[in-house]
């Protein structure tokens, strides 16, 4: 097969954690991009970079890295990318990009080439973006594997990911910390028997602390809608176990089974049970969205 | 190899659904009986496990299943176990065991023998139980690859599985639904972007409605404490959010990944991605308890 002509000549990462390091990596072996220029906030990590050879140059600043390059992804906590686009600003395209993708494992050696394959990218274009920049890189994401899916606003986004990512990870840290704090039921019993349910909690809220801070802080405002109304539901069934009512639970438990062949169906999951031990199912982390930006000036 | 003694002679399966049908192949599979008689509710079922082949004879009755049976396991919801013991109740040995292992499929079809391997079942005989019946049932699950746990009291159980499966589900059912009802957000972007954290929800709130139906109306009081100091914790970091305080949010997040080690490092998953693609993880959907009843007379 002929090798692809690269989309970019230079691409700059900003952050070199899991999602940095699975770009760096699904963009060398696609053929996405000539070179790939690298930094990260801490010099132990920067170091790492440059040992897996994730990329051609690791730089200190942001600035320098961001200086020749025709793509620069900001991949960081979203509570710094206000920060590093200042740094990195002038001139660009700026395209809102978040790949829906990630596990529970963080930092440059966590990250694969495979991660985004068959996953959604979702851009958010401001109004007035230009076309062409836009159009690259979606084709770079689509280079990566992932589908891309384009929303008309970035308020439109923060919602769904709310209901679909943020909730269910403040609800997975919650019930792992009430678990952790039970006076009846000691860790190791929790532990014990956690393929009862528990488990897939445990994954989902072992997702790195530091970005998902950072999310709840970003996005508090639909996280705290989607809390009124869960809440509401919770409620609701908590009402139905109390007086004993199975026809309200049995309707209930019934329509949600149906949501889930949905999610089989269109692909984003497999209906093979696999013992939940070689192949352990994903907590699928949801990412903070990196920035990427696009110079093609 | 030489073949194994069957520890049983005849077992009686009442109920082939996922769980009743695991056993038949499991017991098959390792040489645990010498045969084996099930029975269930619906002709269909019935007709679909002698198809199958799950069992020697399959039979309307659950008395007459019992009948000559030398281990008898009830495998049904936990609603109608008490009406299916009085059928088969004379002159036992009665320990109630529940294997804690489970996927969200259901019927004779979604079984297979390797379900049990190296999960837990957990045995919690009256005080005064024959300990031979125990030791011979722990026996049985140990050959059918589980490990066994033996708990002091029903009441221990109860709690424990209140908060490690019972609680877990009722959060995913509760949040698959809210999902599904919002305005603003269609369900066909839910089904997207469900790999953010979401898609690990659906697959726990899939599992058998009248099941857990009667695990909610059985554990009501278990349920109910658990659900109070959930709903508390979940109070805390709601408020957390809303304050923007970061720091206890951070401080949260980075105590429960903690706990999350706790379970790779015991077996109970692994820590290698796969992708949530061609091996999802299990919901490990918990079980009602099948009453193990041991006839050695």
């Not at 998902?212 to 009402?239: C, H, I, P, Y």
């Amino acid at each position: 097969m002929a090798q692809p002509t690269p989309l970019f000549n230079r691409l700059a990462l900003i952050g070199v954690g899991l999602i940095g390091s699975s770009i760096a990596r699904a963009a060398r072996a696609q053929g996405a991009v000539r070179e790939i220029v690298a930094t990260a906030r801490t010099p132990a990590t920067r170091r790492r970079v440059a040992e897996l050879g994730l990329a051609d140059q690791v730089v200190e600043s942001n600035g320098a890295a961001a200086t020749g390059a025709d793509l620069v992804i900001v991949c960081a906590p979203v509570g710094v990318c206000g920060e590093i686009a200042k740094e990195i600003a002038p001139g660009v395209h700026f395209v809102p990009a978040h790949p829906v993708a990630g596990t529970e494992h963080s930092g440059p050696d966590a990250g694969f080439a495979e991660l985004f394959v068959g996953r959604w990218c979702i851009l958010t274009p401001p109004e007035g973006t230009d076309a062409a920049a836009v159009d690259k890189l979606a084709a770079f994401w689509r280079m990566l594997g992932a589908n891309v899916e384009t929303m008309a606003s970035p308020e439109h986004h923060d919602l769904v990911l709310a209901i679909t990512s943020h909730l269910p990870h403040l609800i997975a840290y919650t019930i792992v910390g009430t678990a952790d704090e039970l006076a009846e039921v000691t860790r190791s019993e929790v532990l014990k028997f956690s393929a009862g349910g528990f488990r897939d909690f445990t994954r989902i809220a072992a997702s790195d602390p530091t970005m998902w801070r950072d999310v709840f802080l970003a996005n508090k405002d639909a996280v705290l809608e989607m809390l009124g109304t869960f809440n509401e539901d919770l409620s609701r069934l908590t009402r139905a176990i109390r007086r004993g009512d199975g026809e309200a639970l049995f309707e209930h438990f019934a329509r949600t089974r149906a949501i889930r062949r949905g999610v089989v169906e269109i692909g984003q999951d497999s209906p093979a049970p696999d013992f939940g031990r070689a192949h352990p199912g994903l907590p699928e982390a949801p990412l903070p969205r990196p920035y990427a930006v696009s110079d093609e000036t």
